[in-house]
């Protein structure tokens, strides 16, 4: 019997600061391309990281040398405005008993005003079937993950038409499904750039509407986020038990900036966790190595249509297979995408900001002038709040605000960048560990 999710918008979303992008390209994703695309992946019968790397029809190396062709089309299409890389590794793991090539199909869109600011949407082409190592049967893949691929895709054929402060990098990843390879090898190749990484948008099943019990929600998509920074140390850890700052890592406050970017379409649901219970995707790897991540995913799972052989069981099917999609939804998920990349792109990266207000009737707050920041605005929220509730400062030049007669005990703060045409990033929160760069876990 199916059974239709009421919305849950005012439980579950929080209130988040945002700006929407000067002009949205949503309008130009396409619902057919994102059917052709998904068709398409699920014709190479199996997509395992252990499959075949030379047929040229099946398996993960025809599916990968696809996707770098369909980055390479559109790069032709915007005069050449994308540069494709294809970082690579040998991996060899639980999941892969014997040393395997693995590959990263990588498109770099570069910014024209701060090239090194850099915001990664990422999909894995990578799937399976029921058993972990079959890398011969069918594994059709069509949600997990072909929805996040064809997500970047698209994405990357209406973002590449647009020029944009900071860059974009859209990522076809390999290896999720033996052990979260390709997003070790993505982050680990972001390092070794030099990027400064503002935010990692994983694309995980993002592609059905309908839950293996009925279920059907197709007016939310799941966004996770973890509390305190996976590359938080020892003393950081500390430094948050003294001042707080458990529930305002970079990546959550992403989140919260994302949740404000939802509309009556389609509404985000924050969910407050790393990832689902027990299990994990491609932005824990960049959340290890200090990079703000999230991971979208479908408001409700169908767990018979994922990691599944294909079969019909006492009339009920199995299987990752197209017939399950909501490909209207997915039009929809990759529109919010695509909204959140457009406005990354063009915001000044988040300010590090710290507090001073111990033992004393005001609070000063300061943070760090940031490149392409015309002003800053400050925000304030309850320590018991979910969101960023109000703005107790706007368009400030300078570096520094002291609001008298504040008690900092009782609140957070957080500072976000404004650039000259009115784009504003996320909030940085002037708490250990709340700066959106590597390395900054143990920084007020």
């Known amino acids: 019997m199916q059974r239709t999710l009421v919305s849950l918008s005012a439980l579950f979303l929080a ?53 770098e062709a369909e980055f390479r089309k559109t790069g032709a299409e915007c005069g050449g405005c ?19 090539r693995l590959v990263d199909v990588v498109a770099i869109q570069r910014g024209a005003e701060r090239p090194n600011e850099v915001v990664i949407v990422q999909g894995h082409i990578d799937s399976r079937n029921s058993e972990a190592l079959d890398a011969k049967g069918d594994a059709p893949g069509a949600n997990d993950d072909g929805s996040g691929t064809a997500l970047v895709l ?23 499904e033996q052990g979260l390879y390709g997003g070790k090898l993505l982050a680990d190749y972001a390092l070794k750039q030099g ?4 935010a990692v948008l994983n694309n995980d099943i993002v592609g059905n509407s309908r839950g293996s019990d009925g279920l059907v929600d197709d007016a939310h998509v799941r966004v996770f986020s973890e509390g305190p920074r996976a590359d938080a140390s020892e003393g950081a850890r500390d430094a948050q038990r003294a001042i707080g700052g ?32 027990g299990r994990g995707g491609d932005h824990l790897p960049f959340q290890e190595a200090g990079y703000p991540a999230v991971r979208f995913t479908v408001a409700v799972e169908n767990y018979e249509r994922q990691h599944q052989n294909v079969r019909t069981e006492a ?28 406005a990354l792109a063009g915001a000044p990266l988040p300010p590090t900001a710290k ?51 504040v008690r900092g005990d009782d609140w957070f703060f957080g ?19 709340g700066a959106f760069a590597p390395g900054s876990a143990g920084k007020p």
Request: net charge positive; with cysteine; aromatic share 6%.
């Open 355 to 405: 507090v001073t207000a111990a033992v004393q009737t005001f609070t000063d707050v300061d943070w760090a002038a940031v490149p392409g920041a015309a002003r800053y605005n400050v925000w304030q929220r309850r320590t018991d709040a979910p969101g960023w509730e109000r703005k107790v400062a706007e368009g400030v030049t300078g570096t520094h605000l002291r609001l008298e007669g």
């Open 415 to 433: 500072v976000s960048a404004v650039a000259p045409d009115g784009a504003e990033g996320p909030v940085a929160s002037a708490v250990p560990g």
């Open 246 to 277: 458990e529930n305002d890592s970079p990546s959550r406050n992403l989140s919260r900036w994302i949740a404000g970017l939802g509309d009556a379409g389609l509404a985000v649901r924050q969910v407050w966790r790393a990832d689902r219970m």
């Open 154 to 176: 698209e994405a990357a054929r209406v973002l590449s038409k647009q020029k944009f402060a900071g860059t974009i990098v859209y990522a076809v990843l390999s290896g999720e």
């Open 315 to 342: 009339g009920r099917p199995f299987g990752d297979t197209v017939e399950a999609m909501d490909f209207a939804y997915l039009a929809k998920v990759t529109r919010l995408n695509v909204r959140a990349l457009a």
């Open 82 to 100: 994308l540069e494709i890389v294809l970082p690579e590794t040998v991996v060899q793991g639980n999941r892969v008993p014997t040393p395997t």
């Open 195 to 198: 990027w400064t990484v503002k």
């Open 15 to 67: 209130l988040p600061a945002c700006a929407q992008p000067a002009s949205e390209p949503t309008q130009a994703v396409s619902e057919a391309r994102l059917r052709l695309d998904i068709d398409k992946l699920v014709a190479f019968g199996t997509r395992h990281t252990l499959s075949s790397q030379d047929d040229p029809k099946r398996g993960i190396g025809a599916a990968r040398r696809w996707a």
